[in-house]
């Protein structure tokens, strides 16, 4: 019996086998393992917020007065539900879409931490589609707002950037038609006039950032401004046909450093636009007959365009090659022509590349004697002619140079299709 006892004695005193960690290890090791996973059971949203607590910015607007900060804030106005402005029936049509609110303060922080003294809601910028630049604060300076943008944990650097030749708060309060987010109404603006006709670039934040920050360390900015005397910020106002007042784009502004210091015409703009190879589609008119007359009589949509610029050091100064290239169809024709003639085709395309040319040199007078170098020429130079450059940058004489360079634009324009007919209506006309 007593061998027998010996014998079912427990197992742990038995030796364990070779490798093979005790069980108390094992255990801790698997407790460890599980926590991990326990942990995922426990975590919550730390800074959550509901949504009836915040309020939801569609665009803001920036000016400085009285060596301030003046911030304009559009909140949407959850109540005003699908109503009015081309909502359908049902709620209340007097309700606005939106609310702003205006503030003041030494910083910009300061301004937005105000809006609490006003509002029910906190300001919650990761929905802005849009921020809008007084003049006056554009001649300051922007590198705070841009700061601000940068560093601030909600706000979105991908909102396009405007300028306002006047008050910037006031283009906030001009209610729009067919749309009820007026912020991002104005940023499907300027993404259709882009994408159709060229004459502005739509410029987000960071793509400003980096444009002041380059070489060139210069930028533009498209104007929106009110085509009317009157701000239409009543729902009533609205409801008509059309609006005495309304948001356009403008002209363009030019940046250097951090300061507005001019703007370009709208036909100067779109020549910058051939120089910088921003042109998507475009819509050009021009005299069919040149010789004859200047008055443009003819249309033409230029579907592709490509601009190649290659700088070439001639002695003492930079020669700007540029090449533009273009392709499209002819959409209006308001002469006596036959479309079948060849010769009649090349004279059109003669016509429509002297006016691409004059529309160029039109843009570059102008931006030489602003001394801004929206053309990104810099870039460029820096790219093909490091040596050079390097010398540029050490003696800090980029003004002198870009204001000595010389450009020689070349244009190359094929009517690629007439359209339905190869005749116009007029020639058909007197026969």
């Not at 003669?350 to 990104?376: F, P």
């Amino acid at each position: 019996m007593k061998q027998r006892k010996q014998a079912i004695q427990p197992e742990s005193n038995l030796p364990l086998p070779a490798g093979r960690p005790p069980l108390t290890a094992r255990k801790t090791s698997c407790l460890l393992l599980c926590l991990p996973l326990l942990s995922t059971l426990i975590t919550g949203c730390w800074d959550n917020r509901e949504l009836n607590e915040l309020g939801i910015t569609s665009g803001s607007a920036y000016d400085w007065e009285d060596n301030q900060w003046k911030a304009t804030y559009q909140v949407i106005n959850p109540s005003s539900g699908a109503s009015g402005m081309g909502g359908s029936a049902g709620g209340s049509t007097t309700s606005p879409p939106f609310i702003t609110f205006t503030v003041k303060g030494k910083t910009i922080m300061e301004a937005i931490d105000k809006t609490n003294l006003t509002s029910t809601r906190e300001m919650f910028f990761s929905h802005s589609r849009i921020t809008v630049l007084g003049e006056a604060m554009a001649r300051h300076g922007i590198n705070q707002i841009i700061d601000m943008f940068l560093r601030k944990q909600d706000a979105r650097e991908t909102v396009f950037v405007f300028l306002a030749k006047g008050e910037a708060g006031a283009i906030l309060d001009q209610l729009m038609q067919m749309t009820k987010n007026q912020g991002a109404g104005i940023q499907l603006m300027i993404e259709q006039e882009s994408r159709l006709v060229s004459y502005y670039p739509g410029v987000r934040l960071y793509e400003l950032a980096m444009a002041l920050s380059s070489e060139s360390g210069s930028a533009v900015l498209p104007e929106i401004r009110l085509t009317g005397h009157k701000i239409m910020d009543e729902t009533t106002e609205v409801a008509v046909t059309d609006l005495p007042s309304r948001l356009a784009l403008g002209k363009l502004g030019v940046l250097k450093g951090e300061k507005l210091i001019g703007w370009l015409t709208q036909k100067q703009a779109f020549g910058l636009s051939f120089i910088t190879d921003k042109i998507n589609k475009a819509t050009i008119a021009f005299p069919s007959h040149p010789k004859t007359g200047e008055t443009p009589d003819a249309s033409f949509i230029l579907q592709n365009s490509s601009t190649s610029v290659r700088p070439i050091w001639d002695k003492d100064h930079y020669v700007m090659d540029i090449h533009i290239k273009g392709s499209g169809v002819l959409t209006e024709l308001g002469s006596d022509m036959d479309l079948n003639d060849r010769a009649s085709i090349s004279g059109m395309e003669a016509s429509i590349e002297q006016h691409v040319l004059e529309l160029v040199n039109n843009s570059w007078t102008e931006v030489r004697k602003l001394g801004a170098d929206v053309t990104g020429f810099a870039v460029r130079i820096h790219r093909s002619d490091r040596k050079r450059w390097k010398q540029i940058e050490q003696t800090k004489s980029w003004d002198n140079v870009f204001r000595d360079i010389e450009i020689r634009p070349h244009v190359s324009i094929k009517i690629e299709r007439t359209g339905l007919s190869n005749k116009s209506f007029k020639s058909v006309q007197q026969k």
